[in-house]
């Protein structure tokens, strides 16, 4: 099963970590259930863990859910009688299950059978949780596949109930086990094994204290799991370390006081610092989405992109929304865009030019470009787009050379140690009023680091370069935060 490697926020204390999980969590169940129903949930305790259940229940985005399409799950339970305040059940009931009240049916959620004369051990109540999750599996599975699954982290890096140096860390036929010597009282639990842990679409490992520092960098610096069990979670499409500034401390650069990036300890890793408006950012474009109204055949384009195992970088709904207001306003007709993934932006675009208008996409994979064909098909758009496949440059350079009509709009989101060529080609192809976007400009603040080690920092600011002493160009750079975080657009217009 594919691992997605780990992404790692770092917020600037326990409190906005819980705020901004929360935000996150409301965002994604809105996004998710524009395309697939029911979900499933994994919630976890801790500290952090039941005050982001907290969060969730404050927030007046949670009426934005349907809460009768959610599943919630426990990835561990101490194993104590119904009710006990020590249950992760009993915190997760105060905290937000009680309030959501008639929105969430009673069947719906799924807890960890509790110590009882009918469940006298560990070992019967993990053998019922096995049959619970059974039965709400779907297809040929042994559990429902998790939309999201929450885990909290303890200074010795274990996760769920699975503690370093135990056996449990190699089940590999259970989905769940009983841990009768836990180190942390009580002594006796049940935990569901990495094997289904690691089946979820999205892992989010939260954790927060100076005492988790040491876990958590271990951890990211790819640990053996017997001794930083947190190193083998992750998800097959996003593992997610929301963490705060204590927990990161022993990042390699972390920031010590919340005010800027670190360098990440595991190789190609670069966490960032999240505000305290990080989780509202998320929060608003949950808010907007009813205005944005994501039509089922974009969400189904989004859906099989995701499907087919794409990274999760294409725009967001309301950026998708944004390009189309941007391509209607200048009346374009014919749009070319440069990086076609799954074909998401490119339904964007395909709306605005109209039966008669056309989209010429271009993508280096031949696979996004199946995907992406196939999408775009299927919502009955192959008559206005036309997707190409290679090397951008090269493409570019044909429609140069062949002197193709110039285009009305041009959207840049490719790899972007080369956006200062496609400009020049994009200008080369425009025409006077033609309007050139280009995404992902601001690189979480990153582009005004001179020195920065990223060669994509360096090609946004080898592009902004160009763009300032070309004269034919009127342009601006408009930053942009959201359910992506913090980016921006480059907006120009060829004179």
Not at 95 to 110: M, S, T
């Amino acid at each position: 099963m594919s691992s997605a490697p780990p992404e790692v926020l770092v917020h600037p204390d326990a409190d906005v970590l819980a705020a901004a999980t929360a935000a996150r969590l409301l965002t994604r169940l809105v996004d998710l259930q524009s395309h697939r129903s029911p979900l499933h949930v994994v919630l976890t305790g801790g500290t952090v863990g039941v005050a982001a259940l907290r969060a969730v229940a404050a927030s007046p985005v949670r009426d934005a859910v349907d809460w009768s399409g959610v599943h919630l799950w426990w990835g561990d339970e101490r194993f104590l009688p119904a009710g006990d305040p020590d249950r992760n059940e009993t915190q997760a009931r105060e905290a937000l299950i009680d309030a959501l009240g008639d929105a969430l049916p009673p069947g719906n959620v799924h807890p960890v059978p509790a110590l009882s004369d009918d469940v006298p051990d560990g070992a019967t109540a993990a053998r019922r949780y096995a049959a619970e999750l059974r039965a709400h599996a779907t297809g040929d599975g042994l559990a429902p596949r998790f939309d999201v699954l929450l885990l909290g982290m303890g200074p010795d890096g274990h996760v769920a109930s699975l503690f370093p140096g135990r056996s449990a860390l190699y089940e590999t036929h259970l989905l769940v086990v009983a841990e009768h010597d836990s180190p942390k009282p009580p002594p006796e639990r049940v935990s569901l094994t990495f094997p289904l842990l690691q089946s979820a679409r999205e892992v989010w490992v939260v954790a927060a204290g100076t005492e988790k520092a040491p876990a958590v960098a271990r951890a990211l610096a790819g640990d053996d799991v017997g001794t930083t069990p947190a190193a083998a979670a992750h998800g097959t499409e996003r593992t997610l370390w929301l963490v705060d500034v204590a927990a990161a401390s022993s990042l390699p650069g972390a920031p010590r006081d919340g005010s800027g990036p670190a360098a990440g300890a595991a190789e190609g890793l670069r966490p960032r610092t999240a505000s305290g408006a990080d989780g509202a950012w998320a929060a608003v474009d949950a808010y907007v989405a009813p205005l944005v109204a994501e039509p089922a055949a974009a969400a189904a384009v989004r859906t099989a992109a995701a499907d087919a195992g794409l990274p999760d970088i294409a725009v967001s709904a309301a950026q998708g929304r944004l390009l189309e207001l941007l391509a209607r306003a200048t009346g374009a007709r014919r749009v070319l865009e440069i990086g076609t993934l799954g074909g998401y932006s490119t339904w964007w675009l395909a709306q605005a030019v109209g039966a008669t208008g056309t989209v010429l996409t271009l993508e280096l994979s031949d696979a996004h470009a199946t995907v992406a064909r196939a999408s775009l098909a299927a919502a009955g758009l192959t008559d206005r787009v036309e997707v190409r496949v290679g090397p951008a440059t090269d493409s570019l350079d044909r429609l140069v050379a062949d002197g193709t009509e110039p285009f009305d709009l041009v959207f840049v989101d490719a790899d972007k140690q080369q956006l200062a060529d496609y400009l020049d080609r994009a200008v080369a192809l425009a025409r006077p009023g033609t309007v050139v976007v280009v995404d992902n400009v601001v690189r979480g603040g990153a582009v005004v680091e001179a020195d920065h080690p990223d060669d994509r920092v360096q090609g946004v600011r080898a592009f902004v370069e160009r763009a300032t002493g070309d004269g034919r160009l009127l342009g601006t750079v408009v930053q942009t935060v959201g359910e992506k975080g913090y980016d921006g657009f480059a907006l120009l217009l060829v004179r």
